[in-house]
């Protein structure tokens, strides 16, 4: 249709519906073509007791990807008709076992034997005229989406279309504020600022970039939104630390942590780095996570300045 052409791939699903639709229109007629009074929504539950014998509600639900409540109006539609007995009288509506009748059963030759094996035979031959096999198309994208979800690739995209809009820029005078109170907002939304962090906060020229290390700000269409800071050790172990890390709660999602986190990593190898070390805390699962992609690995037995912190990690930036 023109109108989908226009609309693009927005409206999959509405062209699906569409199509479905039409699919289930055409099956409506196709059972009045063989003389029998069925409704299309009903084969799911009458092929598998045509197919398996009696079988609960919570059985069939399984089995055929629909709710249980979904299967239960289904069952006392048919029974209604006289295709199924039941017992939906039973408090507990999953051990309902239900099983068709002799009615049921007399019509199942019709569609099973006699109608499915004409039906078959039409969608082969629309197969055979068509450029795709839409049958195992469906089987292809129903195993995708179990894979990862539509919304999930959406998402997905969505994050890569807004990280373009970020910039990691060099630590300038200007950006002071915005390394304090980003990282001021995320340490107390979970913690207690401590006396290390207002050392840093309040004078990053002389506890960090005096001393070596250096810090990164992340700029989402200009306005800096992330911070994370690369500080010089006196370790014999190690050369620097990652820290200071912090985001705004309205730029998350838009993959400023890893932005910041690879050019943090990136200037360590520049400077000659061998390791670098982190601190953090369990609670910060996203901060775990995204410490993980980056490579880095938990180490257990270092004395902290920090009382949040009950996590350590490293990641060996050379063999």
């Not at 969608?123 to 894979?147: C, K, P, V, Y």
Request: hydrophobic share 40%.
């Amino acid at each position: 249709m023109v109108f989908f052409n226009r609309t693009g791939k927005m409206a999959l699903g509405s062209r699906l519906r569409l199509l479905t639709s039409k699919v289930t229109e055409d099956a409506a007629k196709i059972y009045k073509l063989y003389n029998v009074d069925f409704s299309p929504k009903w084969f799911p539950v009458f092929f598998i007791l045509s197919e398996d014998g009696e079988k609960t509600i919570s059985e069939i639900a399984e089995q055929i990807g629909h709710s249980q409540p979904s299967v239960t109006k289904i069952v006392k539609e048919m029974a209604a008709a006289g295709l199924i007995e039941n017992n939906l009288e039973s408090t507990d509506k999953r051990r309902n076992v239900v099983g068709l009748t002799e009615k049921g059963v007399k019509i199942s030759h019709q569609i099973i034997k006699v109608q499915c094996a004409d039906i078959d035979l039409a969608i082969d031959g629309m197969i055979s005229e068509a450029n795709h096999n839409l049958w195992e198309a469906l089987a292809e994208w129903e195993f995708l989406l179990e894979q990862k979800s539509l919304l999930k690739r959406v998402q997905e995209q969505k994050k890569i279309r807004e990280s373009k809009d970020v910039k990691i820029v060099p630590y300038k005078a200007k950006y002071q504020s915005a390394f304090r109170s980003l990282n001021e907002e995320w340490i107390s939304n979970y913690f207690e600022m401590e006396e290390a962090d207002y050392k840093a906060l309040d004078n990053p020229e002389e506890y960090i970039l005096n001393k070596g290390g250096k810090i990164f700000v992340a700029l989402y269409k200009d306005e800096p939104l992330g911070v994370c800071a690369l500080i010089k050790m006196n370790d014999p172990e190690y050369d620097y630390e990652m820290a200071k890390m912090a985001v705004s709660p309205k730029a998350q999602g838009k993959s400023l942590g890893s932005l910041l986190g690879n050019a943090v990593i990136d200037s360590a190898k520049e400077l000659g780095a061998s390791k670098l070390y982190l601190e953090s805390n369990t609670i910060l699962k996203p901060a775990i996570n995204l410490y993980h992609k980056l490579g880095f690995e938990k180490i257990t037995g270092r004395q902290t300045p920090y009382q949040r912190c009950n996590i350590q990690m490293e990641l060996k930036l050379k063999d």
